[in-house]
């Protein structure tokens, strides 16, 4: 029996998924075609959505890319009728993609129906648990996490199995513990957490299913981000199929061991990733952090012991109790063990979803994995760890990717967000709007983030405007350092480092914007001018036909001319020459 299988991961349906998925079903005839047809999960190439996996044997199976509803007849007819394989549709980026991953949690990722509980037990899922619950103690499985080496994937970095142990030891006066995966995944640009819940659901909830079991918890929740339904519906139609199965609720597995989890929606703030003002929100209050003299596995949510882990952490756990914790710290670094998920976004050829083991190197990453920079610009800066984290330079390409080394330049792991600029990006203008992102965001509690953080959006509005003054940076610099130290949580305590990495490395730019009134990059609109090269210009009006406000002339095959007067420098006119002819000073 042939399969189809269709990604319907939210990059799927975006890209008209659904559609082609429907298109199949009314084409195929299960019996006659002896073709089932199902549905998976994100493959990770998000830059060739729609994605169909058309699977015969163990050994032969084809990729296609960009399938479209109108595409589908073709393919039941020549390939899967016809025994004809269409070439010119086939993934050929495919064996690039995945030559330098290591996808251990995202395996079953592009493979089984998250739907299906059935997919996820044939390919080993509940096999931990069922190991946990029938031969180890839970000392024995915290033991085990510690010596794996696991992280926390969630930004911290702290050392998961120290953390399950502390709250398992915190006193309880009822011996009530939670445990609580965070999947608020508010990051530009990030969907490693979403993707995972759309496409594997049950190894997130067999990792929290075993957390709970080694702390002594009877209740878990998942409070994920409000504007993630797919991951919502596909984890509640998970958790359903785990109760029918007896792997949720009382006694599981016919053991003494009962607990249960319940989804959480989230409100859309980006504090609340932060654990103190999760949990608060997570108990109907404001959403907002709390000093740590005490730590939440100590006293939580509503004042019990709580183990917090995102999404990622606890989807590693199956994997390290089935393989071993030696099996698991033989990859990655001395101190940064296992693999990470980043979503590799922006500027790049092959955009999508990959899991690398830590130590591999940013060059690796963006070229081998991401297939280098789009139109043959120059790769020119990194940004790692989400609006939080630092901008990392060229000339740094060649470092290890890992907890530690990305702290020591001035960025951080974060939960894996990596947003990619070439040449054509403005480092002022970077900062600018990753420091207006964090002001909107902050929840305004403490002092030195609710006002410093503005007072720093202003310098940068002035001089990506032109406004800027001598001693702006020297200012920038003191404040990042003031909101960095005294700031209550870690939001204010990241948040000046787009700005101070940005300056540490690209402090020509800022020094351009401010002594040159120039913006280098030719982004700050203020500070740049759009004309047209009469030498290069050959009338082809194609400038002119794509300008909003209709402020290019100029007859047919002769040059044409910008009125300065009512150009809104919106660039179209550079994207749509083809010549070379608009000239941005």
């Not at 592009?110 to 299906?116: E, F, Y």
């Not at 409070?223 to 359903?240: I, T």
């Not at 929606?265 to 404001?286: D, N, P, W, Y």
């Amino acid at each position: 029996m042939k399969e189809v299988v269709v990604g319907l991961a939210s990059c799927g349906i975006a890209a008209g998924g659904i559609q082609v998925y429907n298109k199949f079903s009314e084409l195929l005839d299960a019996e006659k075609d002896e073709t089932a047809l199902k549905q998976t999960g994100c493959y990770g190439m998000c830059f060739r959505e729609a994605l169909v996996e058309i699977i015969e044997d163990s050994k032969r199976r084809t990729l296609y890319g960009q399938v479209t509803p109108e595409r589908v007849e073709r393919i039941v007819n020549e390939h899967l009728r016809g025994g004809k394989v269409i070439e010119e549709w086939i993934v050929k980026e495919e064996g690039q993609f995945l030559a330098k991953q290591k996808r251990i949690v995202l395996h079953n990722c592009g493979k089984i129906d998250p739907l299906d509980i059935g997919d996820y037990l044939a390919s080993g899922g509940y096999q931990a648990l069922k190991k946990v619950l029938s031969e180890m103690a839970p000392e024995q499985v915290i033991a085990e996490v510690a010596r794996s080496g696991l992280r926390g994937r969630g930004g911290g970095g702290f050392p998961t199995g120290r953390k399950w142990e502390s709250c398992r030891n915190a006193p309880s006066r009822n011996g009530t513990r939670y445990v609580i995966c965070n999947a608020d995944e508010g990051d530009p640009g990030a969907y490693m957490d979403r993707s995972l819940l759309e496409g594997n659901p049950h190894s997130v909830i067999e990792g929290m299913i075993i957390g709970a079991y080694a702390i002594g918890s009877s209740q878990g929740y998942v409070y994920v981000r409000h504007e993630y339904p797919l991951a919502v519906k596909n984890l509640g139609v998970a958790l359903e199929q785990a109760r029918a199965r007896g792997l949720l609720g009382k006694n599981i597995l016919g053991s003494n061991f009962s607990f249960d989890v319940k989804i959480s929606r989230g409100g859309g703030a980006f504090i609340c990733g932060e654990s103190t003002a999760l949990m608060a929100s997570l108990e109907g209050k404001i959403g907002e952090p709390r000093p740590k003299h005490i730590h939440t596995t100590e006293k939580g949510f509503h004042g019990k012991p709580t183990n917090l882990n995102n999404v990622e952490t606890w989807a590693n756990v199956p994997l390290i109790i089935n393989r071993g914790a030696a099996w698991f710290s033989s990859i990655g670094t001395e101190r940064s063990k296992g693999t990470k998920i980043f979503s590799l976004v922006g500027k790049i050829n092959n955009t999508g979803l990959v899991e690398v083991p830590m130590g591999i190197t940013l060059r690796e990453i963006i070229y081998e994995i991401g297939g280098g920079i789009p139109s043959g610009k120059k790769f020119k800066a990194v940004q790692t760890g989400g609006p939080s984290g630092g901008c990392i330079p060229e000339r740094l390409i060649d470092l290890p990717v890992d907890f530690d080394r990305l702290t020591e330049v001035g960025s951080m792991m974060g939960s894996g967000g990596m947003i990619v600029m070439d040449e054509a990006t403005c480092m002022v203008d970077i900062a600018k709007y990753f420091v207006k992102f964090l002001t909107e965001e902050s929840c305004g509690k403490c002092v030195p983030c609710r006002e410093g953080l503005d007072r720093m959006l202003d310098i940068l509005t002035d001089i990506a405007g032109g406004r800027g003054r001598e001693g702006d940076i020297e200012l920038l610099e003191e404040l990042g350092y003031a909101i960095r130290d005294t700031s209550l949580c870690a939001l204010g305590g990241s948040a000046p480092n787009p700005v101070l990495s940005t300056i540490n490395y690209f402090r020509d730019e800022y020094e351009a914007h401010i002594n040159e009134r120039r913006c280098p990059a030719g982004v700050c609109k203020e500070l740049i001018t759009f004309t047209i090269d009469k030498e290069k210009c050959n009338g082809c009006g194609l400038c002119a036909k794509n300008c909003p406000q209709q402020s290019i002339t100029g007859k047919k095959k002769e040059a044409h001319v910008i009125d300065q007067t009512t150009c809104i420098k919106c660039g179209l006119c550079r994207d749509n020459c083809k010549f070379d002819a608009v000239v941005v000073s």
